[in-house]
């Protein structure tokens, strides 16, 4: 793979699925552009196909690929092939392109599968114009928003200046990108009139370990539409979902997503994300042998015990397991200087220390200007007794309510969610509302799966705890949190305040707060 272009050559094999599953391509369109043609795999696939269109222009701006392409494929002979060496961000598509005939166009193929950062990094000069796209505000530089993949501007682009010739569009993407497009083009108003998604493997035809699509759209005039038929693979007779939107979020599931509608709204408490330090070796500890510490690196840890605490990684909240490894955690909150732990935990300060390039090679810039030793995700409300964590990570929440080992609070790493809880049963019954089936129904309908974390604190904050609680079956509720008190408390306590006591009071009085919200620059 040619890295600097995102270049994953089509497959023939795949290339005659994809014009199968478009139908007769020259019966429905009598012009094909292919904006990125590579070899000319799918132009061949074209020419070869029962009904070809009368003409296809295919542009290519690698000299190897291009050279190729045009001695293999133009002709003089109809069907009219025409090869451009261009590179498809400085070519106007409306005026750019020549054509001898009108008529219906689809536009197809396979465009670079690389993000704008990776071909930053490459000193590539494969790059659109660095123009603020997505209209995007500061912090989302910082969290990485502004990182889009080149594939996503060749959409924005195809859409906007195709429009007028009423264009089909069906390229091979990430579902990523093609989300990402619809999102967009929802936002933008852009002319999308129809749309869909139908997956298919790339690990199988590319190696590639990612969600991919044949994504189509029709854009031109007529009423907008920003729904998307999901379909299961390329020849699969019946959507298995509908994308879309709902009161402007893009939703996964709209048919579930309206069962479920009545809890999408603001959580009334607050989400928070476990602890971010990105020094894994030297921070997160298990016990040996011998009955001691270690860090990852084997090496023993002699260290004050009141920095040490329990740790849940997103893995062990999925999998309901009790905590297995411990971490140190050098702030009660965030932005507090560390170099008192110089005289507050000397053996701390020396081991970390010690360790001190670790720390310098943190690449995050939300250290920069930081203490040393400086962690995010941490304030009043890491060091409740109580908790109801979640993985970001897995495709199936499962929400957990966790409490102390050893009068010990429990910490989770930055895969994780929590709220934190002032009580037990607080904990148990949140974790017993938060699994009801409405509320995960919601978030399935929400949540795309083939996000690299699917479960969001932006998702969660959207769960309205209240509005669940109204239709949510009592009973149910109450056996579900009773299951969990085994790890929490004693029957006869809940008994006890269950019957003094109302849910509501029990589930949102008292709930811990503080902090700084900073933290939510950890959020992906």
Known sequence: MLRDFGDFQTPPALVSEVLECLGPVGEKWLRVLEPTCGRGNFVRGLLGSPAPPSEIQAIELQDVHFEEARKALERPSAPRVVVTKANVFDLDLRNGVRWKNTGP????????????????????????????????????????????????????????????????????????????????????????????????????????????????????????????????????????TIMGFANGQLVADVEAHERSAFADGVCPVTWRQGLKHDAAPVMELSYDGSGGLSNKLGEAVDVESDYVYPLLKGSDLFHRTRPQKYVLVTQKRLGENTNQLRWTAPQLWDYLTAHSGTFERRKSSIYRNKSSFAMFGVGDYSFSLYKVGVSGLHKTPRFRPIGPVAGRPVMLDDTGYFVACSSPEQAVLLSGLLNDPACLELIRSIVFLDSKRPVTKRLLQRIDLIALLERTEKYSLLARAEADLGNLMTTADWQQIVESASLVEILFEAMPHGGNDSQMLLDI
């Open 105 to 240: 166009l689809l536009v197809i193929g396979n465009p670079p599968w690389v993000t704008n950062a990776e071909l930053g990094t490459l000193g590539s000069d494969n790059l659109p114009v660095k123009t603020n796209l997505k209209r995007l505000q500061g912090l989302d530089a910082l969290t990485g928003s502004s990182n889009f993949d080149i594939a996503e501007y060749i959409w924005l682009k195809l859409i906007r200046e195709l429009a007028p010739e009423r264009a089909t569009i069906a390229l091979l993407c990430k579902t990523a990108v093609a989300r990402n497009v619809l999102r967009f083009a929802f936002d933008a108003a852009l002319p999308i009139t129809r749309a869909s998604i139908r997956k298919f493997n790339a690990k199988k035809w590319f190696g590639a370990s990612v969600e991919a699509c044949l994504f189509r759209v029709e854009v031109g005039p007529g009423e907008r539409c920003y729904k998307a038929d999901v379909f299961a693979d390329l020849h699969a007779r019946e959507p298995k």
